[in-house]
């Protein structure tokens, strides 16, 4: 059975879930991306509610697969599960969200929180709650992630200064901060990447 679903084509395997015909007008309408698909809000025309949330469904075992295997490794020796997880979990959002993958001394995730919810164009985050819940969970290091629903994975001045602040922070308590992803649609920008750390 799985090398008969390996081959299958991106149409029939969404077909499995969603029916041939919506399978069809989804994956049109996401200019044949899997990827959008999941991590875009569901077309109107298929709010079906068996399609919504089949399609939720989905996404979310994907969400937690991602998950289960940054607990089990290094998650600097797999940065795209991280980006993935993270597109996963903020693309698509019409309001900005602030996350915190909290991290052991072996960079395993220990757990990854949504600690602040703002407006579409900005949240209020304090490094204050942020260094209570790195004690709470006992991390080693950090990785900062949010979204801009405006769909421009380019960093702010204020991004920038808030990363500084939260490292400054953090290291007072000796918590390392291992990078700051900023998503946008299927764009993922890295602050380490860019030299922003």
Sequence with gaps: MCQIVEAMSDTDLLGVIVGCRTAERLLQDSGGSLSKLLNEPIPSYSAQPKVKTKLQVAKEIVR?????AMRHRDVLSSPASVRDYLRMTLAGRDYEVFMVLFLD???RVLSPEEMFRGTLTQTSVYPREVVKRSLANNAAAVIFAHNHPSGVAEPSRADEMLTQSLKQALALVDVRVLDHFV????GVMSFAE???L
């Design 64 to 68: 937690r697969s991602l998950v289960e």
């Design 105 to 107: 001394a072996q960079n």
């Design 183 to 186: 998503v946008a649609g299927n």
């Design 194 to 196: 860019r030299g922003l």
